[in-house]
Structures are given as structure tokens and as C-alpha cells.
DNA sequence: TAGCGGTGGTGTACGTTGTACACCATGAGT
DNA sequence: ACTCATGGTGTACAACGTACACCACCGCTA
């Protein structure tokens, strides 16, 4: 897949067989397929395995061949009949996961943009890939639409334009998909290095370090890598940046709707 | 390469030739090899041809083969002599873009973090590819290593501890890497439709978007979808939500250590 | 009950990727 | 003039996504 270069909207269009009609790339549109009592495999399975596959190791990559082994199949085809193409694959996993998320209901902007932060950073922990991917493609899944249209209906009261409105819900996303991913790249480098262990993590990088060390180069950047309190909980959590966010965003609002807290 | 995958510290010692000794994964201490007047190929050249290629397509995506043609060499295989890996050179790519963000010094912590900011966003522009590279491998480059240094020297005057203060430097590249991203996804998706005006865009989802309206679906999402103010520029641009970024880190310093502006 | 057609998994195959390896042409040093 | 490291070439392989032909089987109608 590589970064989706396959995925165009025009050509997605002829991928998958003229049996099952396609819908242009945007796969949600297709009606659940006439079910057979004897079939093994369903759109649902293959989803539900490939977030399992994604889950387990931890750049979240998977492979078509990997995920029809999972699934007990022996031809990575046998897929196909199902997804339309691995992209459109990965698309349902994306809206999967934005199903995870909740945004809640009448009690105001704030609390709203909170909770949609906070329960999407759970999901984001939860399935890490998911940072990557929905980094990389349009959030037009029905659990996604639902999604932003939950959180533009608590935004209307303020009476903002349409590009302010969104861009309040993306500032909270971006937060969280940025913070997201970081988290990612650094599971991804401990799975890189044998063990996951901090002090195997450092091991790994000591003697680039102390070549540098040792030439007298960049001596704030050595002070803090071997500063022991460097890994320490910093006071910029999620949660805290979160709050900044918020309330730079209230600036923009008239005071009588910046809520107290 | 696929999300650098291959790129492990373990294996990719023993990836390059035995005739130029490799470093381990960490490619930043070859030093320059004994030139030959008639060479054609260099590393510097290599990583210069490679950015430029980045820079041509939207995805910033480069293959070996295509790079190899772009330097007038027959074989891909010949730039091997000079990188290591593709892995590696894309580690080269990454710190050359490092080495176009600055860090004011002098002028205190915040003038040295909002020109952090500046620079690399920036420099972000100048290469969107930055943005999904940078997230996906440590900083661990010559120019990447001085960034980091000058930046966290800037804020040694504060007192800070070591998690803190690497945290300070951490939210607003955070900050430029998240944009840069969403900047990128946002150019990607228009060179993966066709062309890329606005309304060329808009066209391209308005039969999808108009069967979700006709369902009566998402009302609040189809009227961001198809307000006409939905392109304007929002208030939440880079450089706002930097600063209140800024002021967040400002309040956990002590009041007499935040500057005024 | 015989046959027929669509459904769903299989097997093979192709193009593209990164890159290992053997090969050889050339120019410098003895 | 012989040697030999240097640097570009060519071939080859494994892994990837996926197109295509194939066939086993189940439910239907005749």
C-alpha cells in the first residue's frame, strides 16, 4: 500500500469485480452482500481480524497474505470477494475506530470538544495505527460523519462561520492524532531495538551518544539524554495541551460563552 | 520502505558492503569517502537528487529506481555504494531539512521557540515530505542534534528539569509536524483527484455528499459541507495556535521567567 | 431427480518494490 | 606493465497488492 499511492477515487472505481457493484472508492455505501448460510469469511470478520492483526504488532501494518492466514483462508484473494481492495479495506478499519468515539451531548462547547479529546485519545491508545491512518485519508466514513456532525451540532449555538466551526473540532483531532502518532514512532523504535525496556532503549543509542559526548558536541542535547529525570512524567501531558488548545480556542468566542472551567 | 519497516539498528549493520563500513543504522558518522576525480555519484548529490524528487510529486514518495534514472545511472544498485540503504537515505533527507529551521538566540525562551516554530514550519512547507518522515524516525541527525541543542539552551535559564524542558521543544515541533501532515493529506487528496482547484475538489465528493443530504443524514455536517464559507481562512492558523501553545507553556513557569509577548 | 448458474475460495501470475551478489571497466600505484 | 581497489551494470529474489481463470458446491427449476 504505501501511503495509499494506489487509492484514486477515479480508478478504485473498476478494482473490485463486477458482481458485487462498487461505489467509486467510497466503500460505505454498499448494502450488506445476500448472505449465504455456509460462508466463512464476511466483510465484518475480515474487518474485525485485520484490527486484531493491526493491534498485535506494533507498526500496526498489515498484509493481505497475513490477514487471510488469520482469517483460515488460503488465498489472499478470497478477500476481495469482500473489500475491493486493501485500501478500502483500511478505510473501514479507520471508521471502525471512529466509532470508538463519543462526543457529549448538551452540556456545552467545552465539554464537548473535552470529551471528544479524551474518548479519542483512549481510541487512539487503543488501536495506535489508527493515529497513521486516519492521518492519511478523509474522515467520510458514516461513523466519522457522525462523528463531526455531533460535534458541529454543539458548536452551533455560538453562531461561529463554517470554517471557524471546523476548525475547532480539527483542533482538537489534530492534537490527538499528532500526539497519537508520536506515541506510535516511539513503540515503533522500541520494537526496533530487541526490548521494549527503557534502559534497553537507552543501551541501544549509548554509544552514538558518547561518540558525541566525547567530541564535546551539542552538551544541552547530551545534558538531557543522560539526565535521568528525562523520562518523567512532563507537565505538557495530552490532557494538559488539550486544555491550552481549549482555551485559546475560547478566546475566539464572546466572553459570555466561554464557559468557567 | 513502507513506514521503515526494514529499518531495524540490529540488521541494517550488515546491509552496506564490507569496502565502506557501515554504522550501524546510524548512517550521520561515515565520514566522506576518498574521492575519485571521475566519479559521477555522490552522496551529496544522491540526497540533493533525492529531496528534489521528493519535492516534484505530492507524496513525496521515492523509489530507488526512480532516483537512480534522475541521476543518469543506469542501476539503482549503484547508489548503494554511497547510502547504506534506502532507509538511510531517507535519514540523510530528513536531517538536510533539519538544517533549514533556526533557533533565535538570545532573545529568551519564547523568542527562541516561536522562531523554532517559524523556521520549521517553514521549512515544512518548502518539503511537505518532512512532515510524515520527521514523525516516523527519531531525531538523531548532525542538524537535528544542533536544533535540539540550541533550543533546550535557550531554555536552560529557566530552570527546568530534563523532562520539562525537552517538552517545551517537543509541543511546538509537535505542533509543526501535526500541520505539516494534514497539510500534506490535504495536498495528497487533491493530486489523487484529478485536478486541484477547490471546486474541482468539491465536485469530486458532491454526488457522495448529496446522497447522504437526500437521506437527511448528518445535517449539521452537510451544512459545513456545502457552506460556501468553508474555505475561508480560519482563526485557528498555525501561527494562533502556536502561540497559545506558547502561553500554555508559559504558565508553568515562574510569573517573573514569562516575557511579556 | 437431473441439470444449471451464481457464489465463494483456490492457484497462478504479473508488475513494482528494496536490495543481495557477481561481474567488469577503468584509472592509480607499484 | 601488472595489480587492484573503485564504482557502475545486470541479474535475481522475496514480498507486496491484485488481476484472472478455475472449480467445488449449494439452491434452484424442469
Redesign the interface.
Known sequence: ???N?H????ESTMTSSERRPDT?G?VW?DEPAPPRATEQLSRERIVAAAMELADDQV?G?ITMRALAARLGVRSPMALYRYVGSKDGLVDLMTDQVYGQITVPRGDGWRAALQGLGRTSWEAVQRHLWFA?LA????P?GPNA??L???A??EL?PLGL????????V??VL??V???G??LL?EH??RA???LHSDSDLHA??AP?LE??AAAG?????I??AT?P????????SFE??L???L???A??LPPEDRSPA
Open positions: 500500500m504505501v501511503y499511492v487509492h484514486r477515487y477515479s467509486g467510497l455505501f507498526p501494518e497513521r492521518f492519511s485519508r478523509p467520510m460523519l457522525h463531526y456532525d455531533a458541529l451540532a452551533e462561520d463554517a470554517a471557524t466551526r471546523m476548525g475547532f480539527k483542533t489534530g492534537h492524532l499528532g500526539s502518532l508520536a514512532e515503533t523504535m526496533r531495538v530487541g541501544a543509542v552514538y561518540r558525541i558536541e551539542h552538551p544541552h542535547f545534558g538531557w539526565d529525570q528525562r523520562l518523567a512524567p512532563e507537565p505538557q494538559q495541551v486544555e491550552w488548545l482555551d485559546g480556542l478566546t475566539l
